[in-house]
Nanobody
Framework: QVQLVESGGGLVQAGGSLRLSCAAS????????LGWFRQAPGKEREFVAT????????YYADSAKGRFTISRDNAKNTMYLQMNSLKPEDTAVYYCAAGRKDAVLIYRRSAYDYWGQGTQVTVSS
């Protein structure tokens, strides 16, 4: 079992930056792929970014490429999402997730077994 807790959300103006954190406890953090997803009001939860269990590979949704950076610190059991050049359309609840390291389609929600409660990000225009 893995428990995940997000933090770092808030209200920011368009063009600003935020850094989200996801702290994990429980079973071995470093053996999981980790991902960020987001859900805007009235929309489905969508993939944002993911990082492999060993930090060797990262993948981003097109909407995040060039603006967001995912990283992890296995020694601290923490994952991060640095978000720059934020836009109003980035407004959503952001969720971190942990999944099996042998998963292939790691941009899919089904690749993740554990989820945090979410943190709200609001970008004003």
């Amino acid at each position: 079992q893995v428990q995940l807790v997000e933090s770092g959300g808030g209200l920011v103006q368009a063009g600003g930056s935020l850094r989200l954190s996801c702290a994990a406890s429980g079973r071995t953090f470093s053996s999981y792929n980790l991902g960020w997803f987001r859900q805007a009001p009235g929309k489905e939860r969508e993939f944002v970014a993911t990082i492999r269990w060993n930090g060797g590979s990262t993948y981003y949704a097109d909407s995040a490429k060039g603006r967001f950076t995912i990283s992890r610190d296995n020694a601290k059991n923490t994952m991060y999402l640095q978000m720059n050049s934020l836009k109003p359309e980035d407004t959503a609840v952001y969720y971190c997730a942990a999944g099996r390291k042998d998963a292939v389609l790691i941009y899919r929600r089904s690749a993740y077994d554990y989820w945090g409660q979410g943190t709200q990000v609001t970008v004003s225009s």
